[in-house]
């Protein structure tokens, strides 16, 4: 099966500017998530879907971050405007459901840098 | 979900030397997932192991879970430079409805596998 699609691969930009994510998820899979991943740390766990509702962004810093899944597939993360501790490695993840045990394959980010 | 707390940070074997990483974590589990992550790529899903497992194995790996201690490891046997990477321990949390599937990873080991 094809795995989870993310684009671009890089970005830079300048603070203040902004910039957006796009995430195609494994066909199927119900359960989508965003991760932001600074440097030298785990994962960490910006915004989770299911088809098109948001389950929890409780970590999204909503005065600059959004992100939508419109139609329950494909998913945006958009920043704006970008601050320089923005620089990181956006990963997004997918799993069948939001069962417990269900494994999360992820794809292998966009890395922004913010001059 | 809670973070699992890897150790060592950092690990450096001779090729075909075993690993072993371990995972604690606070609170009672449901299951504990293990994900690689090699330079500049997505988390991979290694294995999981349920709360009334001990061991469970998957190629050279294997994983044991003691939850009296709160603790898991790893184990890779007779390691190959294609191993070197971070790897990161997940435990999940039992109330589905209250975790839905979130993960919460730490710093992760970062192992190194010298030829």
């Known amino acids: 099966e094809a795995g989870v699609a993310q684009s671009p691969r890089y970005k830079i930009i300048e603070k203040r500017q902004s910039v957006a994510f796009w995430c195609n998820p494994i066909s199927g899979h119900a359960t989508l998530y965003w991760y932001q991943q600074i440097l030298g740390q785990g994962p960490k766990l910006l915004i989770q879907?299911?088809?098109?509702?948001?389950?929890?962004d409780s970590q999204l810093p909503k005065d600059r971050f959004s992100a939508e899944r419109l139609k329950g597939v494909d998913s945006t993360l958009k920043i704006q405007p970008a601050k320089l501790e923005d620089s990181a490695v956006y990963l997004c993840?997918?799993?069948?459901?939001?069962?417990?045990?269900?494994?999360?394959?992820f794809g292998d980010g966009t890395r922004l840098s913010i001059l | 979900s809670q973070q699992g707390e890897e150790d060592p940070q950092a690990l450096s074997i001779q090729e075909g030397e075993n690993a072993t990483m371990n995972c604690s974590y606070k609170?009672?589990?449901?299951?504990l997932q293990w994900y690689r992550q090699n330079s500049g790529r997505g988390l991979v899903h290694l294995i999981l192991i349920r709360s009334n497992e001990r061991e469970k194995h998957s190629g050279r790996l294997r994983v044991t879970l003691d939850t009296s201690k709160k603790s898991s490891s790893l184990l890779i046997t007779a390691s190959r430079a294609a191993d070197t990477a971070s790897y990161f321990c997940a435990p999940g949390g039992g109330n589905q409805l209250e975790y839905g599937n979130k993960l919460v990873f730490g710093a992760g080991t970062i192992l190194r596998v010298k030829s």
């Open positions: 879907f299911q088809n098109n509702g948001v389950v929890d």
């Open positions: 993840a997918s799993s069948l459901d939001l069962q417990d045990y269900q494994p999360q394959h």
């Open positions: 609170t009672s589990i449901n299951n």
